[in-house]
């Protein structure tokens, strides 16, 4: 898997606020991948960030996380859905605008292949 991608979604991850998430799409629109290799890249690499703010469309984890996540989300005060096995989106969602800024920001010392100068 390609390493500036990897580093794109976890550093996406990192700028939803406390007590907030995001779902796998819209990591995915930040960072231009599909929302499935974004759950895959969690998975994977995700331990070291907040993975309990990265959420499935309808607020959830994969059940193996839930527990974990719950006492996450009650420390930040994450609004929870009425089934308490997720985040209520409706009032936790993070705003887009202020992540897609937070994300830029974050990750201005990125660079693609593409946008690095030629050596002429």
Known sequence: MDDLLVEKVLRAAECIPAGRVANYGMLAELVGTPARLVGRVMSTWGA???????TNSAGRLPAALTERALSEWAAEGTPLNTARDGAALSRARADAVALAAAWEEACADLHDDAELPSES
């Open 48 to 54: 070291n960030v907040p993975w309990w703010r990265v």
